[in-house]
C-alpha cells in the first residue's frame, strides 16, 4: 500500500483502485487501468550491480499470469499472493513486468523476484534454547520486521478503499508509513476540496465499526482539530492487537490546487443506518441506543425507559465448545434482532485479559515495547451483524472476575434490550455462579428426542437376549433429565426454560407427538419447560461470520427460525428475576 500511496496520475477512485477482491489466500487489486499498476511494481526486490543492498520488499516472487501479476513470498508461494489486474481486460498488464524488467536492466540493476522457489536453499530452523536479554545496540530492523506487527492494518484499509469517495469533497489520499518501537505507523493525508469541513464524524463512524470497517478504534485524546488541518488517530481493540500494533493517523487537509466540479452530496453508508441523503438528517450518532429505536417501552408520562434485561444461556456440562455456544447464542440474538431488539451477546474469556496477552505477546522476534497508544473506546462492545430495519446486534469478550462481569452486564442495560452472556458450563468458565448478575437463565441442549422404550440384555441359556421395556412420560422425563442435563445446578438455580436443538433421531426412535407433548408437560413439573425447538435447517445462517444476518438465508428459513425464537424472548420476559443463594461459602 506504501507503493501507491502516492499516486501521480489522476483518478477516479482512490489511489486508482476499483476494487479489491479477498479470498482465503489470494488478494485481487483491480486497478483503473494499467498506467496505476507499475507503481505498484516498485515493491518487487532488485539489487544494483555489485552492491549487496536490496531495494523494495526483499523475499518477493513474481511472475505473469494470464492478465495479471501475481506476487508472493519465493519461499511460501501458496500462503497468499497478490494479483494485480485492470478493469479492462484489454489492457497488456502482463506486459509491464517485463517492462519494468527492462528498464531495471537498463540501470545496471539485477531483479531478485525472477528467483524460482525451487532453487532457494532450505531455510535455517532457528533453535528455541535458552531466552537471552535484549542488546544494548540491537541489530538494524528490515523491512520485513517493521512489517510484521502491522500487516493487518494495511489490509483492512485496503479491503475497503471504496469508503473514502463516500465522504463529502473527496479529492485523493496519499499514504506514507513511518517506523516506531511498536512496529509501523501508517499515515493517511486524505485530501477534500476547498469549501468543505475538514472534521467528519461519518470518517470516525466508519473506520470504527468492525463489519463495514476495520473496526479500529480511537479516543479524543488522538484527535486533534484546527483551520488547515484534521487528524484522527486509530488502532486496534485490546482484543485483536495480534498483527495491530501499528498506529493509522488519518489527516484531512483541503486540497491546493482546483479540481473539478463535482457534486456537493456525499453518498450514504447503510452500515451506518444512513439514508440515500445524509444531508437531510441521517448522519449517524455514537450510542448503539441513540443509533438504534429500542423496543424498550416508555412511560406514557416521558420517563426513562425500562432497563433492558439479562439473561445467562448455558450448556450441558463438556456438551459443546464455547464457540459452538456463541454461535448458537448469535443465531438466537440475530432472530430477535430481526424483530427490532437491540442484543448484545457476551462471552467471557480470561486469554482476553491484558496480562495474559502481553505474556502472549512475547515471541522470537523480541518482546512488545510499552509505547504503543493505549487507545480505548468509549463502549466496550462493538457491533456483530448488519440487521435491517431498527434492530441491531453487538457482541463484546470480557475477562476478570465475576464483578467485572457483573458491571459490564449492568453497564449494558442502559443501551440494550436484551443482554446474553454465554459461558460454557465446565471447569474453565464461570458457569452458573454470574446468576446474581442477570436475570434468568435458560439451556440449550442437542437432543433428539425422548425415548417410549429402553432395551436391556439378559443372559438365557448362555445367550444375551435383547428385550425392549416400555417407559412411562414421567419415567423417559427423569432419564432425558439425568442424560441431558450434566452439570446444570437444577437444585440452585432457576431455569426458565429449554431450548432444544433437532437433531437426527436413532432408527426406529421417533417417538409419537402425543408421547412427546407429555414428556414435555413431565418437565415442566420438574420445573425446566421446553420453551422452543429450533428448526433443522443446514440453510439457516444467521449466525454465521457473514456481514448481515440475511446471507445465505431464504425467507422461509429466516421466517421459521424468528418464530422459533420468539417464545423464548417471551418466556424470559414473563420470567420473575429472584435472588439465588450464594454457593461459596467465603462469599
Not at 421 to 438: A, H, K, Q
Not at 544 to 572: E, G, H, M, Q
Request: net charge neutral.
Amino acid at each position: 500500500m506504501q507503493y501507491i500511496g502516492n499516486p501521480q496520475l489522476s483518478s477516479r477512485f482512490p489511489l486508482g483502485i476499483a476494487e479489491v477482491v479477498p479470498a482465503s489466500s489470494r488478494l485481487d487489486v483491480r486497478f483503473e487501468h494499467s498506467a496505476l499498476v507499475r507503481p505498484a511494481l516498485e515493491m518487487l526486490p532488485y539489487r544494483e550491480r555489485g552492491e549487496r543492498t536490496v531495494h523494495g520488499a526483499p523475499g518477493l516472487w513474481a511472475r505473469a499470469v494470464g492478465n495479471s501479476i501475481e506476487i508472493a513470498f519465493a519461499r511460501h508461494p501458496a500462503a497468499g499472493v497478490i494479483a494485480l489486474t485492470t478493469l479492462e481486460r484489454s489492457d497488456d498488464v502482463e506486459g509491464l513486468l517485463s517492462a519494468y524488467e527492462a528498464s531495471l536492466s537498463a540501470q545496471r540493476c539485477v531483479p531478485l523476484w525472477t528467483v524460482d522457489p525451487g532453487t532457494l536453499p532450505p531455510e535455517k530452523l532457528s533453535t528455541g534454547g535458552r531466552r537471552r536479554k535484549p542488546q544494548p545496540q540491537p541489530q538494524p530492523r528490515t523491512i520485513i520486521d517493521d512489517h510484521r506487527p502491522a500487516v493487518a492494518l494495511p489490509s483492512a484499509v485496503l479491503r475497503r478503499i471504496r469508503l473514502w469517495d463516500r465522504l463529502a469533497g473527496h479529492v485523493g489520499l496519499k499514504v506514507s508509513t513511518a517506523t516506531a518501537d511498536h512496529g509501523l505507523d501508517w499515515h493517511i493525508v486524505r485530501e477534500v476540496r476547498q469549501g468543505i469541513s475538514l472534521h467528519d464524524d461519518r470518517l470516525a463512524a466508519i473506520l470504527s465499526d468492525p463489519v463495514a470497517g476495520p473496526g479500529l478504534v480511537t479516543n479524543e485524546e488522538g484527535h486533534h482539530c484546527d483551520d488547515d488541518r484534521c487528524v484522527m488517530a486509530f488502532t486496534a481493540p485490546a482484543d485483536l492487537t495480534s498483527g495491530w500494533r501499528g498506529v493509522l493517523r488519518v489527516e484531512t487537509a483541503a486540497a491546493n490546487v482546483p479540481v473539478p466540479p463535482v457534486p456537493q452530496r456525499p453518498r450514504h453508508f447503510t452500515a451506518l443506518d444512513e439514508t440515500a441523503f445524509p444531508s437531510h438528517g441521517g448522519v449517524p450518532r455514537n450510542s448503539p441506543s441513540d443509533r438504534h429505536c429500542s423496543q424498550r417501552a416508555r412511560g406514557t408520562d416521558g420517563n426513562e425507559p425500562a432497563a433492558g434485561r439479562s439473561t445467562q444461556l448455558l450448556a450441558p456440562r463438556l456438551s459443546r465448545s464455547q464457540w459452538e455456544l456463541t454461535g448458537m447464542a448469535m443465531k438466537i440474538s440475530a432472530a430477535w434482532a430481526l424483530d427490532g431488539y437491540a442484543v448484545l451477546v457476551v462471552t467471557h474469556s480470561f486469554d482476553a485479559d491484558r496480562e495474559v496477552r502481553r505474556l502472549y505477546d512475547h515471541d522470537v522476534f523480541g518482546w512488545s515495547i510499552p509505547d504503543r497508544p493505549a487507545i480505548v473506546p468509549s463502549l466496550p462492545w462493538r457491533r456483530g451483524r448488519l440487521v435491517p430495519g431498527s434492530g441491531a446486534l453487538f457482541t463484546h469478550t470480557v475477562c476478570g472476575s465475576r464483578a467485572d462481569v457483573g458491571a459490564l452486564l449492568q453497564q449494558a442495560r442502559v443501551h440494550f434490550d436484551w443482554t446474553i452472556f454465554v459461558d460454557c458450563n465446565d471447569n474453565l468458565g464461570m458457569g452458573p455462579y454470574i446468576e446474581r448478575s442477570v436475570d434468568t437463565h435458560f439451556v440449550l441442549v442437542d437432543s433428539s428426542g425422548y425415548s417410549e422404550s429402553f432395551v436391556t440384555a439378559q443372559a438365557r441359556n448362555g445367550v444375551a437376549e435383547h428385550h425392549e421395556v416400555a417407559v412411562t412420560p414421567a419415567a423417559s422425563a427423569m432419564a432425558w433429565r439425568q442424560q441431558y442435563l450434566t452439570g446444570i445446578p437444577l437444585d440452585r438455580v432457576p431455569i426458565s426454560g429449554l431450548v432444544l436443538r433437532q437433531s437426527s433421531p436413532h432408527a426406529n426412535s421417533t417417538p409419537s407427538s402425543g408421547f412427546t407433548a407429555q414428556v414435555d408437560a413431565e418437565l415442566a413439573r420438574f420445573g425446566i419447560p421446553v420453551l422452543t425447538r429450533l428448526p433443522e435447517d443446514p440453510h439457516v445462517a444467521l449466525g454465521d461470520p457473514s456481514p448481515t444476518v440475511l446471507d445465505a438465508v431464504d425467507d422461509a428459513s429466516r421466517a421459521a427460525y424468528v418464530k422459533a425464537c420468539t417464545p423464548i424472548r417471551l418466556a424470559l420476559r414473563a420470567a420473575e428475576p429472584c435472588l439465588i443463594p450464594s454457593a461459596d461459602p467465603w462469599s
